[in-house]
């Protein structure tokens, strides 16, 4: 069973920056795409924001773009994501899974790591 844990969250300020980090556990982790996922306050769902392909390639949402980095450690089974110049709207809860998710059942997910982007 795909395992995935979170952390590097944190409050910061407008113009920010943070560095997300997420350790993978239980899966062949270098044969698969990674995705970085949020959730925001209320929201019921988590869409993905930043995508890294096995071979490296990423894709990113229209709102993140020129903002934040995905990038991967194929030795460690990690992945990260570098968020730089964070805005309000980038507050959420941030998960990463396998992309497309290993399952949509969220209660399965990690524990994600929460963002807060407050003056």
């Known amino acids: 069973q795909a395992q995935f844990v979170e952390s590097g969250g944190a409050l910061v300020q407008p113009g920010g920056s943070l560095r997300l980090s997420c350790a993978t556990f239980?899966?062949?982790?270098?044969?698969?795409?990674m995705g970085w996922y949020r959730q925001i306050p209320g929201g019921a769902y988590r869409e993905v924001v930043a995508?890294?392909?096995?071979?490296?390639?990423?894709f990113y949402a229209e709102a993140v773009k020129g903002r934040f980095t995905i990038s991967r450690d194929n030795v460690k089974n990690m992945v990260f994501l570098q968020m730089d110049s964070l805005s309000p709207e980038d507050t959420a809860v941030y998960y990463c899974?396998?992309?497309?998710?290993?399952?949509?059942?969220?209660?399965?997910w990690g524990q994600g790591t929460q963002v807060t982007v407050s003056s």
């Open positions: 899974n396998t992309d497309p998710p290993w399952t949509i059942d969220y209660n399965t």
């Open positions: 239980g899966y062949e982790f270098r044969l698969r795409s």
């Open positions: 995508r890294i392909t096995e071979t490296g390639r990423t």
